[in-house]
């Protein structure tokens, strides 16, 4: 299938040749479906903490000692989706005479929002010093139906390059004397629970290599202020998606997909190529949270309140699990009364479904109980479902024929499944992407975490490369197939911890204008 030339240039992206092979054929035979069992909901597979439980788990949490967390933050994800519909707008503003009678239209309603209400935007003071040299205030410029040059201001490298720039590195709100960019708020939302014990906050964000210099840049202009703000010291780490972790694009006919040069065309495998990031780190605790899903500091509440409890959960079920796995490893302490005890402890506390008949026998029952309480936890906030788009939780059936919790993707089910479609449409909440996760052992070890994911729930997309048409393969999801192997906890958490910034309108909604 492949030259020598295209074997040298797979192997110096660091990857194996076999691997692009096998990617090949997942081209050519495509992933099988998630099969769905029922859907999650809560007192069947989602818990729902009362008042207590959250006191207790915040205590356990603060009480704890010689922790050390870790935020981890997706921040590549680009904002040009955010600005599409002024994109277009703007396209056809070149191509056509537009007034304030067409900004009226229903097709460009939200344009319409963001000219009436552009003063309210953290990133207006900015947009008015780049737009100083046209001699007009923006309100004239908007009068005049200008609003190419505005957009331009806005949008291209010449202004401020928010068309360009990474979500993280746009001013989102606005405060009294000055407005903070979405990474900013991540450092003052890890100030309220991710703080370690000697006052070190340590944050790891992972970017698109073209944008690392920026990141940089901003960290060391605004640090000082935050830690002198929250009396603490930030440690503040970058990577970058590994090459090695690209995927190779084919053609509609599954062979590889060349570019004018004849050379293989690969592409980012998606959020799933973050697992090789998220393995290179160490840490007791893990907090997960997009780059785009964070708030005003007098909306910051519920936030920092279920991290710390949701913290406390995992710290209390850890325990737990650990002292089980040490009974296990020791052959004395194991009689068919402490076997049935962690099988229940397994279905009923961890929701891992296992077959009796491995508990049978003392010596199988020990190495099966063994294997499945050592293994990375995460307890997954869930939000009820009110039409926002994303992932839902599920009791999904696994390829060793276990059954578990998982977050699955609508992409990854058969919609021609009357029965898989049925269930998919009974889902009471979904995935905000707010993760808490262990990766350690009882004995202190990291776990590799490559190990625990199912490389069978990847997904194919069409996608268009120099005007044609091909074949992209996206890896397991980070929170979907990359951890469909861990110990999983689903727990719903406040609609309030969940505000992503999609398009420009929604730092218009009240809960980004600290309203």
């Known amino acids: ?27 050519r035979h495509k992933f099988p ?5 029922k859907s999650a909901s809560v007192g069947h597979g989602i818990i729902r903490l009362n008042s207590e439980q959250i006191k207790d788990f915040t205590d356990a949490y603060a009480s704890s000692t010689n922790l050390d967390v870790m935020q981890f933050v997706p921040a590549s994800g680009a904002a040009s989706r955010m600005f599409k519909a002024l994109f277009e707008f703007d396209e056809s503003f070149k191509q056509a005479n537009f007034d304030s009678k067409t900004l009226s239209k229903e097709a460009y309603k939200h344009v319409k929002e963001f000219f009436d209400r552009i003063d309210e935007f953290a990133f207006y003071e900015d947009l008015s010093h780049v737009l100083k040299k046209t001699g007009k205030p923006i309100s004239e410029l908007i009068r005049r139906n200008e609003y190419h040059l505005i957009l331009a201001a806005l949008l291209d490298e010449s202004g401020l390059n928010y068309g360009n720039l990474p979500k993280g ?49 901003l960290m060391k202009k605004v640090i000082k202020v935050y830690e002198s703000a929250y009396k603490v010291t930030y440690d503040i780490s970058f990577s970058v998606q590994k090459p090695s972790t690209d995927t190779i694009a084919v053609d509609m006919n599954n062979e590889p997909f ?35 899903n964070v708030v005003p500091d007098s909306r910051k509440s519920d936030t920092i309140l279920y991290k710390k409890a949701l913290a406390g959960m995992m710290l209390t079920l850890r325990e737990k699990i650990f002292t089980y796995l040490e009974l296990l490893e020791s052959e004395n302490k194991i009689d068919e009364n402490r076997i049935q005890e962690i099988g229940s402890f397994l279905g009923e506390d961890l929701c891992t479904v296992i077959n009796h008949r491995l508990l049978s026998n003392i010596k199988t029952a020990r190495q099966t109980l063994f294997d499945k309480l050592n293994r990375p936890i995460r307890i997954c906030g869930m939000v009820k479902n009110e039409g926002e788009p994303g992932g839902g939780p599920f009791w999904a059936l696994n390829s060793d024929g276990s059954v578990s919790l998982q977050i699955v993707e609508t992409s990854q089910i058969d ?101």
């Open 169 to 217: 590195l746009l001013k989102f709100h606005r405060y009294d004397n000055y407005s903070r960019t979405a990474v900013e708020e991540h450092l003052a939302e890890g100030a309220g629970y991710a703080r370690n014990p000697s006052g070190i906050i340590r944050i790891h964000l992972t970017v698109s290599p073209e944008h690392l210099q920026a990141f940089e840049s």
């Open 415 to 515: 919609h021609h499944d009357p029965e898989q479609e049925a269930i998919l449409l009974s889902s009471s909440h979904f995935n905000p992407v707010d993760l808490i996760c262990s990766i350690k052992d009882y004995k202190s070890k990291k776990f590799n975490l490559l190990k625990y994911r199912d490389l069978n729930t990847g997904f194919i997309s069409k996608k268009y490369r120099n005007g044609k048409p091909l074949k992209a393969l996206e890896l397991p999801g980070l929170w979907n197939g990359s951890m469909s192997d861990w110990i999983t906890l689903f727990v719903e958490v406040p609609v309030t911890t969940f505000n992503p910034v999609k398009t420009f309108s929604d730092l218009l909604r009240p809960e980004h204008l600290g309203k």
């Open 1 to 27: 299938m492949f030259r020598d030339k295209d074997k040298q240039q797979i192997i110096s992206r660091g990857i194996n040749v076999k691997e692009v092979e096998k990617q090949i054929d997942y081209f």
């Open 258 to 292: 060349r570019e004018n040069d004849g050379s293989l065309y690969f592409r980012p495998g998606g959020h799933g190529a973050l697992l090789e990031n998220l393995n290179d780190l160490t840490g007791d605790i893990l907090f997960i949270k997009n780059i785009d």
């Open 33 to 37: 479906f998630m099969k769905l069992v």
